[in-house]
């Protein structure tokens, strides 16, 4: 299989397009069975009738996991953002109607999704920037927090909803997991406030607006979304940053 250059680029997996077919070759410091976790989870959305590329095959190429699925040809609402074919708020709405689609969905135990607050357990514990102590806080604020079974992708945002054929695919499910809907919500908006508060809120204030989730009950979430976000190392992200956010959620 012959490859040009990759289309994107990501924190685990860079992303190539070849014969028609996406292949999603991951990074080689990647855990074991990486690709193999995330098509199944993929596998398991799929067959709730979300809009999701279609997984054909998880295999080794050059001695590093890939997941070869359907290529869904289409820009980004990041991409449209960006080239001003759609308004921010166009784009606010669209992206928010699919969140919630996607979190209306009630779903029964798989073996397929790992449960949210068991992942965010794993993370908080293998952040190596927190004492001990502050791990322990975390770890009994999370245990308080509600559980839910509601399903969550754990990095929505516009680069992750392809617009094609008037229905938006959302792609990039390696976060995926069962849990509570204000622990996502607070987790697109930290994203979305790396780069611009002005988005984040928007953002917020749509999600907030078209459902009964109020933004309490999404910022009690904040310090461990930010542990969690913390443990994974992404190089563009603010560390300090993060750690404001988790320590002022201490405070509170």
């Not at 979190?103 to 357990?121: D, I």
Request: with cysteine; aromatic share 8%; proline share 2%.
């Amino acid at each position: 299989m012959t490859f040009g250059s990759p289309i994107a680029r990501g924190n685990t997996a860079d992303i190539y397009i070849c014969n028609d077919i996406i292949v999603k070759l991951f990074h080689e410091k990647s855990a074991p069975n990486e690709a193999l976790r995330e098509a199944r989870k993929q596998a398991f959305v799929y067959s709730c009738g979300i809009n999701v590329p279609k997984v054909w095959v998880v295999r080794k190429i050059d001695n590093r996991q890939a997941i070869i699925m359907e290529y869904i040809q289409g820009k980004t609402l990041g991409q449209m953002y960006q080239e001003e074919i759609c308004s921010l708020d166009d784009i606010l709405t669209l992206s928010v109607a699919v969140q919630q689609q996607l979190h209306y969905k009630k779903t029964v135990h798989s073996s397929a999704m790992e449960r949210m607050k068991q992942k965010l357990e794993r993370q908080i514990a293998a952040v190596n920037q927190l004492e001990r102590s502050e791990k322990v806080h975390l770890m009994q604020l999370l245990d308080m927090l509600p559980e839910d079974a509601s399903l969550c992708h754990g990095d929505y945002h516009f680069f992750n909803l392809i617009a094609s054929n008037n229905r938006v695919t959302i792609i990039d499910w390696v976060d995926a997991s069962i849990g509570n809907i204000g622990a996502d919500v607070y987790r697109t908006y930290l994203l979305y406030s790396q780069f611009s508060l002005e988005i984040a809120e928007k953002y917020l204030f749509n999600y907030c607006k078209t459902s009964d989730l109020k933004r309490k009950e999404i910022f009690q979430w904040a310090p461990i979304i930010a542990a969690a976000r913390l443990s994974e190392g992404v190089t563009t992200e603010n560390e300090q940053r993060l750690m404001e956010i988790i320590h002022d959620g201490k405070k509170g």
